[in-house]
């Protein structure tokens, strides 16, 4: 009697990967709940596990509410990947109430085609398909923009190894998948139903747990709320007190950040050092995760001082903000909103108590 074992190979790697996704999830969850990249990464790997599941073979025997509910989940499982990789690589992101939305007409319009669309075989069929199969990629292309657009700035070293590793490999994985199905003039469905696809999304999932779990938790993930360190912990190296004087000399003397096109290479040049010593110099000795964050701490203590003037109080904010380096009104009333809790007009009114982050920079420049 012959036994045809790839059936059998598809369900065992499939169930497979489910359950490393869900330990990820739960892993996540237990140690870095506190960080909204880490919470919105534990729902992307119950997204994927979701996926996994309704690619298998005989999910159409399902009931139909948990085929729907899984379906639905997977069908957000790559917006909620571009959302993990903004809250991952941009410590300040927040999802809005459009992103919840778009999660939700993502998911309606999965189960939609689950239970109706689908099965009833309606004329929209083909089209809702095509769209169900072209989103994912859509979402991972993001991905790998917001990646690569941002990658220069982010000082985490650790981080920035991860980010490529995580978006590249899932993003063109994604992407791959589609472009295997227009070459081989296959189904998309089929493309993702086959053992090869269950193969290489098993990997493809062990790689990236193995990966998460060699960086540490405080690179990865920034959380909603600053804690004290424990006792225990043990201090990083002193940064390098001339190095540091250079730096400060720059920033505070001779007021670089003013220049809206400074970039990490260009102040490294300046300071006679290779762009990672100066990524570590910020992180470690400043406490910065980005750079343009790093920058706009200055830029938005010269605009606090600017609007405080009363010499200065005829000068409209516009002015102020592209004197202290800001290219734009928008991104300037954003970024100060987010240090002072109040707009620029606002403060110009009158006083605002101190920023801890404020207070925590004007002791590094006397350090």
């Known amino acids: 009697m012959h036994f045809d074992a790839g059936p059998s190979l598809n369900l065992l790697l499939r169930g497979a990967t489910v359950g490393v996704l869900l330990l990820i999830a739960l892993a ?15 729902a992307f790997a119950v997204g994927v596990a979701a996926a996994t599941l309704a690619a298998m073979p005989g999910f159409a025997e399902t009931p139909d509410a948990w085929r729907a509910a899984i379906t639905a989940v997977a069908a957000g499982s790559m917006f909620v990947f571009w959302l993990f990789t903004r809250a991952l690589f941009d410590d ?11 999660w939700l007409g993502l998911a309606g319009v999965g189960a939609l ?4 669309i689908g099965p009833q075989h309606l004329t929209a069929a083909p089209a809702m398909a095509l769209f169900m199969g072209l989103m994912p990629v859509a979402w991972a292309l993001l991905a790998i923009a917001q990646s690569l657009a941002s990658w220069r700035e982010d000082l985490v070293e650790g981080r920035r190894q991860l980010r490529t590793l995580i978006v590249a490999t899932t993003a063109v994985y994604t992407v ?17 139903e086959s053992p090869l696809n269950a193969a290489g999304t098993a990997a493809l999932t062990l790689f990236i747990a193995s990966r998460m779990l060699q960086v540490r938790a405080d690179e990865l993930f920034a959380p909603l709320s ?26 505070s003397v001779e007021r ?23 990524r570590k110099l910020i992180n470690q000795a400043l406490g910065h995760r980005n750079f343009n964050a790093f920058l706009n701490a200055y830029r938005i203590e010269d605009a606090m001082r600017a609007l405080s ?31 002072t809790g109040v707009t620029p007009t606002e403060y110009r009114r009158g006083p605002v108590a101190p920023l801890e982050a404020h207070g925590r920079l004007a002791e590094t420049e006397t350090a």
Not at 92 to 102: E, N
Not at 113 to 116: F, I, P
Not at 177 to 190: E, P, S, T, V, Y
């Open 28 to 42: 996540l969850w237990r140690d870095a709940r506190g960080a909204l990249a880490a919470r919105l990464g534990a």
């Open 92 to 102: 300040d992101f927040r999802p809005r109430a459009w992103q919840l939305a778009v």
């Open 113 to 116: 085609n689950c239970l109706v």
């Open 176 to 192: 791959a998948q589609l472009l295997a199905a227009l070459i081989a003039g296959m189904d998309l469905r089929a493309v993702v």
């Open 226 to 251: 600053i804690e004290p360190a424990p006792a225990a912990t043990i201090a990083p190296p002193a940064p390098d007190a001339r190095q540091l004087a250079t730096l400060n000399r720059l920033m």
């Open 256 to 278: 670089v950040y003013r220049e809206p096109s400074l970039t990490i290479a260009a102040l490294a040049t300046r300071m006679g050092l290779p762009e990672h010593r100066l």
């Open 309 to 339: 003037d009363a010499a200065l109080a005829a000068v409209p904010v516009l002015t102020i903000a592209m004197d202290a380096g800001f290219q734009s009104l928008g991104p300037f009333n954003r970024a100060f909103k987010a240090a």
